[in-house]
């Protein structure tokens, strides 16, 4: 069993930072890669980076590309989202997710493990 739990989401304005925490347990490293999903009211869950745990590969949603960075610290079982130049856009909930793929596949229909969320709001 893989618990994924996130934090660091908050209200902020439009082109200031944050930073979202993904903190992992169980057996985590048993999965090949996590990612982060965001999903906006009203609308689907939307893939927005995701990363090997043992990998050097990045993947970006094009939307993010150039403000996101997506990171990782195995010796703490944590991934972090780096979120510069934020938009109103991009206020959504925040969801860290882990596959058993080889590679982060983009559909969340295809990760098997999910935490719970943390709110992102940016205002104008």
Known sequence: QVQLL????????SGESLRLTCAASGRAFATHGVAWFRQAPG????FVS??????????Y???VKGRFTISRDNA?????????????????IYYCA???????PRGSDEYDFWGQGTQVTVSP
Do not use: C, I, Q
């Open 6 to 13: 996130e934090s660091g989401g908050g209200l902020v304005r």
């Open 43 to 46: 609308k689907e869950r939307e």
């Open 50 to 59: 995701g990363v090997m745990w043992f990998g050097v590969e990045t993947y």
């Open 61 to 63: 949603a094009d939307s």
């Open 76 to 92: 703490k079982n944590t991934v972090y989202l780096e979120m510069n130049n934020l938009k109103p856009e991009d206020t959504a």
């Open 98 to 104: 882990a596959t058993t793929k080889p590679h982060p």
